[in-house]
């Protein structure tokens, strides 16, 4: 587990979709790459570290990388 000031964290893009908020985020000191995923409908919200090769895909399909039982969340076709 990483700790990553808020000062540190560089955001390297977002996207907001039906109330889903992702973030993909890079900190520069320890090269940590994470996805933050927050939904607002459930009210819930989770991060995971990626690989730095695998980010871009992580940023575009969260839950497909995220260790959570995907039954509990709806996909839009």
Partial sequence: ???VS???ARELDHRSSNGIEVTLLWSPQT???WISVADDRRDDAFE???DPS???DAFHHPYAYADVDLDE???AA
Avoid: G, I
């Fill in 54 to 56: 695998d980010a871009l």
């Fill in 1 to 3: 587990m990483y700790l």
């Fill in 73 to 75: 969340f709806a996909f």
């Fill in 31 to 33: 090269n940590r790459v």
């Fill in 48 to 50: 995971l570290d990626v």
């Fill in 6 to 8: 808020a000062t540190d």
